[in-house]
């Protein structure tokens, strides 16, 4: 490590967060952290319990609520100092990130801006929970609509963006008025860590958010769930574990949200701007290294256009540079781990065998770490194993397809449903295609869809409920209805 990287690992704080206090697990137990560029231990923290988390809940349930009574304007200014703060750390707190997570420099800072924007975009909402006022429709009652905190949350947080799915969450619960115990992933605990430090600088009362991370994340969360006083669940992560969850929140009947697994189509029409449409898939396959939710999983080409495409498409992956995230030039740093570099080569092989051609990469990188080399394949079947699984890295796969209604199908001929993106210079096709395609969202001529102020998230098997938008702070919001009679 660099004396810069040592120095921005000694500013964590690596206990627990737990009811504004920083302190050790009450077992005593640690565990690692790793740099997945090197495979070096980064540090040690603290290994939250099951008791950790009860006291947890003990503190978020009392704490509860005379937060909920706090103005609006003052949750508000909380977020929005800690965004001022986040976007003044913003080096460092990249720095961190790709430490623990791996992504190119860069792209730490993009998704350190992205979190920040949803704290600046929550604080402005804190302020605009509105409810309702009307006469019942036999004139002889009055309905007043109040809307309110659902009371504490369980916060749960994938490793692939360890501040941005953290703040997408934080952001509307202290906006609403929520308090909040957050278990980020076992991976990347350090940029969550990072983040409660900021909010109580920023003035978080004492007991709203606590942070536990755990190398046993159901003994931590499934107590808490099945205690009756979380009220909500908020989950981002793989749809297995989403599915687990909603099971153990039936029952005590809990609000759910669910950003879960994708399988996105990225669909490219015969009169597309080639150049734009390959400029979209390198974005929506490469952000993040492919282990996005939103990534491109499988990119259907037009047999117009599907060489050219894929030709392109080749030259831009070939030109990529794959290393460490914190070296000069790096465009693609390593996976998270090896299982999930071996799961990424098992697809390809399987693609392979099934006759795709690989234009470019194909198998592991250089060095100890996790690194595997962006790949295009091309001449895909539709029934290739990667069709129905996340790939989760740097690969792309395109299919050649000959009719819409073919690709429809095929796009559409999935449990998934978070997000798809189409090219075309068709107005009708666009609206046609957007309308029928099962998805949450839709990139129509964008590779990215991801914005604070839209509302994030997916159908069938992609999960429940929206982040981010006008709506993301209903998630945290209970509707109260108060009849209102006696009058003459
Ligand atoms: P994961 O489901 O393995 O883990 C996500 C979180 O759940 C982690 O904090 C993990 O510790 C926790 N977890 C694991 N087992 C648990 C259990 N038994 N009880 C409670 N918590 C448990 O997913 P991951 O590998 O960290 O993240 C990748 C997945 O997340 C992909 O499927 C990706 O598509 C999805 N994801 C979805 C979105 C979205 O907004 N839809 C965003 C990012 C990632």
């Known amino acids: 490590m660099s004396d810069r990287e040592a120095r921005v690992v000694a500013q964590v704080n690596k206990t627990l967060f737990l009811g504004g206090k920083w302190r050790e697990a009450s077992s005593g137990s ?59 750390r913003q080096e460092d707190l990249a720095v961190l990130m790709t430490l623990e997570m791996g992504k190119p420099l860069a792209e730490a800072r993009g998704e350190i801006a992205y979190a920040g924007e949803f704290f600046r975009w929550f604080s402005e909402e804190a302020v605009r929970i509105e409810g309702g006022f009307s006469t019942s429709p036999d004139g002889k009652a009055r309905f007043l609509i109040m809307r309110q905190a659902v009371g504490p949350c369980m916060l749960i947080t994938p490793w692939n963006f360890p501040m941005a799915m953290g703040t997408r969450k934080i952001g509307p619960a202290i906006a609403a008025g929520c308090t909040m115990v957050l278990k980020p992933a076992q991976q990347t605990p350090l940029s969550a860590l990072a983040l409660a430090d900021i909010l109580t600088e920023a003035g978080l009362p004492e007991g709203v958010l606590s942070v536990l991370p755990t190398t046993d994340p159901g003994g931590v969360t499934e107590p808490l769930l099945k205690d009756g006083r979380i009220r909500k669940v908020s989950f981002t992560g793989s749809t297995a574990v989403g599915r687990m969850l909603l099971e153990q929140s039936a029952s005590q009947v809990l609000r759910t949200s669910m950003e879960l697994g994708g399988n996105a189509p990225f669909i490219v029409f015969d009169d597309a701007d080639l150049d734009a449409a390959v400029d979209g898939a390198m974005l929506a396959k490469m952000r993040n290294i492919g282990e996005a939710c939103t990534a491109a999983n499988r990119i259907y080409a037009q047999s117009g256009i599907a060489e050219e495409f894929s030709r392109r498409l080749s030259e831009r992956m070939g030109a990529l540079r794959l290393g460490r995230g914190l070296d000069d030039n790096v465009d693609v740093g390593p996976l998270i781990d090896d299982k999930a570099r071996q799961k990424v080569q098992g697809l390809v092989d399987d693609a392979v065998e099934r006759g795709a051609e690989v234009l470019v990469g194909g198998g592991r990188g250089e060095g100890p770490g996790h690194f595997y080399r962006p790949t295009v394949l091309a001449n895909v079947p539709f029934a290739a194993e990667l069709s ?101």
Request: a negative charge.
């Open 388 to 488: 129905n699984t996340e790939i989760f890295g740097p690969v792309a796969p395109v299919m050649p397809f000959d009719t819409e209604e073919e690709v429809l199908h095929a796009a559409n001929d999935t449990e998934f449903g978070l997000v798809s993106y189409l090219y075309t210079r068709d107005l009708n096709r666009a609206f046609r295609v957007s309308e029928a395609l099962e998805t949450g969202m839709v990139g129509l001529n964008q590779g990215v869809v991801s914005n604070p102020a839209a509302p994030f998230g997916g159908v069938k098997h992609s999960g429940l409920g929206r982040e981010g938008g006008r709506v993301g702070i209903d998630e945290f919001l209970d509707v109260k209805y108060v009849g209102i009679g006696g009058l003459s």
């Open 30 to 88: 640690t565990f690692p952290v790793e740099d997945p560029s090197t495979r070096k231990v980064l540090c040690d923290v603290a290994d939250a319990s099951k008791e950790d988390a009860l006291e947890a809940l003990d503190i978020a349930a009392e704490v509860q609520p005379e937060w909920a009574r706090t103005a609006p304007r003052e949750r508000g200014e909380i977020l929005h100092r800690a965004y001022r703060l986040l976007m003044e």
